[in-house]
């Protein structure tokens, strides 16, 4: 039977991970946590409200769900915080490829949906206003000033208008 060769001193051996590596890799699980109970909160919230929603097949998409709005199917991407820094939640409004991240364009989604866990609160954002961002801050409710997206906060309606866009 073989020795198991040392790793050279100062060097972790392969089978094991650094402790950067190890807490990266919890991060990026509860990030996926985090993605996942969105797009579940997603579904239920969007269904009991009366909206038809389907999950494409495949994760190769820049997009989430397909939503039955109106006479039109709209293309949703969820985006989910739990995290408080500076006053407000921020959300990475942004996809990854394998080389970069980028932000979303009118191309690929038709809508953002963004889920603040703790206070259970949706914000259904226009494409428009989340192309060339790769974050957007959003203040908590009762906050003394109101936030930039504040008139987005469950503007659900947005998914029934014709064009998804109409202001009332």
Request: include cysteine; hydrophobic fraction near 35%; charged fraction near 25%.
């Given at each position: 039977?073989?020795?198991?060769?040392?790793?050279?001193?100062g060097?972790?051996?392969?089978?094991?991970?650094?402790?950067?590596?190890?807490?990266?890799?919890?991060?990026g699980?509860?990030?996926r946590?985090?993605?996942?109970?969105g797009?579940?909160?997603?579904?239920h919230?969007?269904?009991?409200?009366?909206?038809?929603?389907?999950?494409?097949w495949?994760?190769?998409?820049?997009?989430?769900?397909?939503?039955?709005?109106?006479?039109?199917?709209?293309?949703?991407?969820v985006k989910?915080?739990?995290?408080?820094s500076?006053?407000?939640?921020?959300?990475?409004?942004?996809?990854?490829?394998r080389?970069?991240?980028?932000?979303?364009?009118?191309?690929e989604?038709?809508?953002?949906?963004?889920?603040?866990?703790p206070?259970?609160?949706?914000?259904?954002?226009?494409?428009?206003?989340?192309?060339?961002?790769?974050?957007?801050?959003?203040?908590?409710?009762?906050?003394?000033?109101?936030?930039?997206?504040?008139?987005?906060?469950?503007?659900?309606h947005?998914?029934?208008?014709?064009?998804?866009?109409?202001?009332?």
């Amino acid at each position: 039977m073989r020795r198991p060769r040392l790793a050279p001193p100062g060097r972790i051996p392969a089978s094991e991970k650094s402790p950067a590596q190890k807490a990266a890799s919890q991060r990026g699980h509860l990030i996926r946590f985090y993605g996942d109970l969105g797009e579940a909160a997603f579904l239920h919230k969007a269904t009991s409200l009366g909206f038809m929603v389907a999950r494409p097949w495949r994760n190769i998409y820049g997009y989430d769900f397909i939503v039955e709005g109106g006479h039109n199917l709209l293309r949703l991407q969820v985006k989910t915080t739990s995290s408080i820094s500076d006053g407000s939640y921020r959300v990475c409004v942004r996809r990854t490829t394998r080389t970069s991240t980028l932000a979303y364009n009118e191309s690929e989604v038709d809508f953002i949906a963004v889920y603040i866990i703790p206070e259970d609160t949706w914000y259904i954002l226009p494409v428009r206003e989340v192309v060339n961002h790769q974050a957007l801050r959003f203040r908590p409710k009762g906050h003394r000033r109101p936030g930039p997206y504040d008139h987005y906060r469950e503007a659900w309606h947005l998914l029934r208008e014709p064009d998804g866009l109409v202001f009332g």
